[in-house]
């Protein structure tokens, strides 16, 4: 298996942009996660799904940003409009049975707003 | 690398030596934990886990130790190398909930 697989590994856009990253999960498992790592917060969960269904977004930091999962193999996260607060490194995991062990992170996408 | 050069506690260890790792979490409904390795330019990689109804766990090379009581959590590392030179994270999960909430992680340094 080739584990969990995002694209672009690095992104660099101006201000005022939208960007799109994007995740394929590990095949079989129904559960994506959407996670951002920063300087100042850490890991934080953005948004989860769990059968191409979001179960929690609370994490979203605001209405710039929205996360898709139109089938089983594939999910986006949108910024729109990008702004330079939004750099940070954003992880997509995936597993097939959350609490029994089993999450699989991606290399992560590196965001730079300039 | 991608774990973006947080600025985090150090833990320095010669090689050879055990390491501990120490993580105190956040929400006594807790009932499950993982640790994560995280290397420069990676995700974080499962090491080891332990459920609440445990206090303690090992792996190849590795010790989980739980307390409930103290809300604490802690990593061992016997005969540390160079490639466990790494970023560590501890994260849980709440009762019913299914995504992970990290600890903000310890940086540990081997020295040959």
């Known amino acids: 298996d080739a584990g969990v697989i995002q694209s672009p590994r690095h992104e660099v856009t101006e201000m005022g942009q939208e960007v799109t990253l994007r995740c394929k999960p590990i095949?079989?498992?129904?559960?994506l996660f959407w996670y951002r790592q920063t300087m100042m917060r850490g890991l934080e969960l953005l948004i989860y799904f769990n059968n191409n269904v979001p179960i929690d977004d609370s994490g979203m930091p605001e209405d710039r940003f929205s996360a898709k999962m139109p089938n089983a193999s594939f999910s986006t996260l949108k910024i729109q409009p990008s702004e330079p607060r939004d750099s940070a490194v954003y992880f997509c995991a995936s597993s097939s049975a959350p609490g029994q062990g089993g999450y699989t992170f991606g290399s992560g996408t590196r965001l730079t707003v300039v | 690398g991608e774990s973006v050069g947080l600025h985090l506690p150090t833990l320095s260890v010669q090689e050879g030596d055990n390491s501990i790792i120490n993580c105190a979490y956040s929400?006594?409904?807790?009932?499950?934990f993982i640790w994560y390795k995280q290397e420069s330019g990676k995700g974080p990689q499962f090491i080891i886990d332990?459920?609440?109804?445990?206090d303690k766990r090992q792996g190849q090379r590795v010790t989980v130790l739980l307390n409930k009581t103290v809300k604490h959590l802690s990593l061992q590392i016997a005969a540390t190398q160079p490639g466990d030179s790494a970023v560590y994270f501890c994260a849980e999960i709440f009762a019913g909930r299914r995504a992970l909430t990290f600890g903000s992680g310890t940086r540990l340094q081997v020295q040959p």
């Open positions: 332990i459920r609440s109804n445990m």
């Open positions: 095949s079989g498992h129904d559960y």
């Open positions: 929400n006594s409904a807790s009932d499950y």
